[in-house]
């Protein structure tokens, strides 16, 4: 089993930067692929960037190219989002997830992720 806690959520004003860690626990060995989604309120949970570290890709949504970037910690058990130029929709609960698993054709969707953070508040304000 692996856990996963997710930190550095908070209020910045639009403009601003955060960054958001996670840090892994338990069977870490496995991880192959980490994540990060999103969930704003009233709306679905959303995908925004990810790293298969084994091989080095990044994967981002288009909403957050560019500002936003994925990293993983030397320590190998904890990875990181790194967020600027924070926009007001950016605002959402942060999620980090994982999984053992590799794919091909990238690692979008949440159903490809076996183990989940519960999350992290950001609100960007106006």
């Known amino acids: 089993q692996v856990q996963l806690v997710e930190s550095g959520g908070g209020l910045v004003q639009a403009g601003g930067s955060l960054r958001l860690s996670c840090a892994a626990s338990?069977?870490?060995?496995?991880?192959?692929?980490m994540g990060w989604f999103r969930q704003a309120p009233g709306k679905e949970r959303e995908f925004v960037a990810a790293?298969?570290?084994?091989?080095?890709?990044?994967y981002y949504a288009d909403s957050v190219k560019g500002r936003f970037t994925i990293s993983r910690g030397h320590g190998e058990n904890t990875w990181y989002l790194q967020m600027n130029s924070l926009k007001p929709e950016d605002t959402a609960d942060y999620y980090c997830?994982?999984?053992?698993?590799?794919?091909?054709?990238?690692?979008?969707?949440?159903?490809?992720?076996?183990?989940w953070g519960r999350g992290t508040q950001v609100t960007v304000s106006s």
């Open positions: 790293l298969s570290w084994s091989v080095g890709n990044t």
């Open positions: 338990g069977h870490t060995f496995s991880l192959y692929t």
């Open positions: 997830a994982a999984t053992p698993r590799y794919y091909s054709g990238g690692h979008s969707s949440a159903w490809q992720y076996d183990y």
